[in-house]
């Protein structure tokens, strides 16, 4: 026999064993876990956390609901879950539910085996056809999850009573497999009551019929913390099905934020134009999601996702590349100035702790100034600042702006020479792009530090000495 198995019979001859989809993940994951590698791809930040929760609950063979606000990779750990199931696993030939050929459960495939026993055909599913996915929504039906009599099978003409005239839903396709649930407390409770049946007392009622329905399911699901703790949005009964109840959370710094965000991030593909973010930009960019994460003005309970610092970014980046496509320069290099384009990316994913929407504005403001002061300490020293200072004694001023060119801000060095030290260790290069950058974070650091005052009209903004 050469292939693989295409009877029941070969299958049994192969030495293939039935293993039920739990101990199969086990198995799998154990083997991850053996070999030094990760049982989820992809997700960053949760390797002392979140992971080792997940791998005792894979390896305890329980249901997983993972808790946690927007934007935690929750879905992406769920999706990656599909990983842990075998490449390619046989089922019944034809068979909506994947049926064990060992132990068929829907009626067409015990017919069909009780027909043709060993010689039973038999077909490979991927592991993919093994996921199955509903985000819960309030209208979701017992259809949806477990199934509906289907008018054209009762008008070939087959009784209601007959299980034949059944077509299964996402739950009872998803056989063998992972089936996930987001949001679980949207589900209307009678909804919840029918899930529980199927996967707890393995059977469930159709119109008014009756059916016996073992599948073998390996439950996971996501939810807010607030509605799953919430009396009344999920019934006690399936609350109890999950073995493992795991906490996610965001980044707790800001270099994993920037590893997320470098990720995630897609480079523009410009000819012509070479894009390069300073450390010292995405790293106000990772602070301002983090600073709006401890503002009491920002609602936690709704939760600031890293797709914020995402979007962000790239927002950041694509203002910096128009700029160096309108004065035709060959680097785009992102500046403070350009942190004014973040209001756009910033304002659908920040929901404000106040009644009057006009103070969304400020409240965001607020959080940009922290963050970019933030990073300025962290990587200037006050004092080495002094000689830069004692250059806007004489009523000096310097004037920046978004659309400002780069080689104006060369010219600022040739009338603050002190400036030249702390703009190089900052800049990382001497182009003039990245030096713009640099300049406006040490001006800007320097205003927010009330060392210099600030005059800002449209995109431009002046700089000079308090007085």
Same mark, same amino acid.
């Given at each position: 026999?050469?292939?693989?198995?295409?009877?029941?019979?070969?299958?049994?001859?192969?030495?293939?064993?039935?293993?039920?989809?739990?101990?199969?993940?086990? #198995? /799998?994951?154990?083997?991850?876990?053996?070999?030094?590698?990760?049982?989820? $791809?992809?997700?960053?930040?949760?390797?002392?956390?979140?992971?080792?929760?997940?791998?005792?609950?894979? !390896?305890?063979?329980?249901?997983?609901?993972?808790?946690?606000? $927007?934007?935690?990779?929750?879905? *992406?750990?769920?999706?990656?879950?599909?990983?842990?199931?075998?490449?390619?696993?046989?089922?019944?030939?034809?068979?909506?539910?994947?049926?064990?050929?060992?132990?068929?459960?829907? +009626?067409?495939?015990?017919?069909?085996?009780?027909?043709?026993?060993?010689?039973?055909?038999?077909?490979?599913?991927?592991?993919?056809?093994?996921?199955?996915?509903?985000?819960?929504?309030?209208?979701?039906?017992?259809?949806?999850?477990?199934?509906? @009599?289907?008018?054209?099978?009762?008008?070939?003409?087959?009784?209601?009573?007959?299980?034949?005239? %059944?077509?299964?839903?996402?739950?009872?396709?998803?056989?063998?497999?992972?089936?996930?649930?987001?949001?679980?407390?949207?589900?209307?409770?009678?909804?919840? =009551?029918?899930? !529980?049946?199927?996967?707890?007392?393995?059977?469930?009622?159709?119109?008014?019929?009756?059916?016996?329905?073992?599948?073998? &399911? %390996?439950?996971?699901?996501?939810? /807010?913390?607030?509605?799953?703790?919430? +009396?009344?949005?999920?019934?006690?009964?399936?609350?109890?099905?999950?073995?493992?109840?795991?906490?996610?959370?965001?980044?707790?710094? @800001?270099?994993?934020?920037?590893?997320?965000?470098?990720?995630?991030?897609?480079?523009?593909?410009?000819?012509?134009?070479?894009?390069? =973010?300073?450390?010292?930009?995405?790293?106000?960019?990772?602070?301002?999601?983090?600073?709006?994460? #401890?503002?009491?003005?920002?609602?936690?309970?709704?939760?600031?996702?890293?797709?914020?610092?995402?979007?962000?970014?790239?927002? !950041?980046?694509?203002?910096?590349?128009?700029?160096?496509?309108?004065?035709?320069?060959?680097?785009?290099?992102?500046?403070?100035?350009? %942190?004014?384009?973040?209001?756009?990316?910033?304002?659908?994913?920040?929901?404000?702790?106040?009644?009057?929407?006009?103070?969304?504005?400020?409240?965001?403001?607020?959080?940009?100034?922290?963050?970019?002061?933030?990073?300025?300490?962290?990587?200037?020293?006050?004092?080495?600042?002094?000689?830069?200072?004692?250059?806007?004694?004489?009523?000096?001023?310097?004037? &920046?702006?978004?659309?400002?060119?780069?080689?104006?801000?060369?010219? =600022?060095?040739?009338?603050?020479?002190?400036?030249?030290?702390?703009?190089?260790?900052?800049?990382?290069?001497?182009?003039?792009?990245?030096?713009?950058?640099?300049?406006?974070?040490? %001006?800007?650091?320097?205003?927010?530090?009330?060392?210099? /005052?600030?005059?800002?009209?449209?995109?431009?903004?002046?700089? *000079?000495?308090?007085?």
């Amino acid at each position: 026999m050469t292939g693989r198995p295409a009877t029941i019979g070969q299958l049994r001859g192969s030495g293939w064993a039935s293993v039920p989809v739990k101990e199969e993940v086990r #198995r /799998n994951a154990a083997a991850r876990i053996a070999a030094g590698r990760p049982v989820v $791809r992809g997700v960053l930040g949760y390797d002392e956390t979140v992971l080792p929760q997940l791998e005792n609950a894979l !390896l305890a063979g329980h249901d997983v609901i993972l808790l946690g606000e $927007r934007g935690q990779a929750k879905t *992406r750990i769920i999706r990656s879950l599909v990983d842990l199931l075998d490449e390619e696993t046989p089922v019944v030939a034809g068979s909506e539910i994947n049926d064990d050929p060992y132990h068929p459960v829907s +009626r067409a495939a015990r017919d069909l085996v009780a027909e043709h026993g060993e010689d039973t055909p038999v077909e490979w599913v991927g592991r993919d056809q093994r996921f199955g996915e509903k985000l819960a929504t309030p209208d979701t039906s017992i259809a949806d999850l477990i199934g509906e @009599v289907d008018p054209i099978r009762v008008a070939e003409g087959r009784y209601l009573s007959d299980e034949l005239t %059944l077509h299964y839903g996402l739950v009872p396709r998803t056989n063998r497999g992972i089936f996930a649930i987001n949001e679980l407390p949207d589900l209307a409770e009678r909804i919840q =009551v029918g899930l !529980l049946n199927v996967l707890e007392e393995r059977d469930v009622q159709v119109r008014g019929y009756k059916v016996r329905l073992p599948l073998d &399911v %390996l439950l996971v699901a996501s939810a /807010n913390p607030e509605d799953y703790t919430n +009396r009344g949005r999920i019934i006690t009964p399936l609350k109890d099905r999950f073995g493992a109840q795991i906490r996610t959370h965001y980044p707790l710094d @800001v270099d994993t934020e920037l590893e997320v965000v470098r990720q995630e991030w897609k480079p523009p593909a410009l000819g012509g134009v070479r894009v390069d =973010v300073p450390a010292h930009m995405a790293e106000i960019v990772a602070s301002i999601t983090h600073e709006a994460r #401890r503002s009491a003005s920002v609602n936690q309970r709704s939760g600031v996702s890293v797709r914020l610092s995402v979007a962000n970014y790239e927002t !950041l980046v694509a203002n910096a590349v128009r700029r160096a496509l309108r004065l035709g320069e060959p680097d785009a290099v992102p500046r403070v100035s350009d %942190l004014e384009a973040l209001a756009s990316s910033t304002g659908g994913k920040v929901e404000i702790e106040t009644l009057d929407d006009s103070e969304g504005g400020a409240v965001v403001e607020g959080v940009v100034r922290t963050a970019v002061l933030t990073v300025f300490r962290r990587r200037c020293r006050i004092d080495d600042y002094r000689p830069v200072l004692a250059g806007f004694d004489g009523g000096e001023a310097v004037n &920046v702006g978004d659309d400002v060119p780069s080689a104006e801000y060369l010219a =600022v060095l040739a009338r603050f020479p002190a400036l030249r030290g702390p703009v190089a260790s900052l800049a990382g290069s001497e182009t003039p792009a990245a030096v713009a950058s640099a300049v406006e974070l040490v %001006l800007e650091g320097l205003h927010l530090s009330r060392r210099l /005052n600030k005059h800002a009209v449209g995109g431009r903004a002046s700089y *000079r000495t308090r007085g």
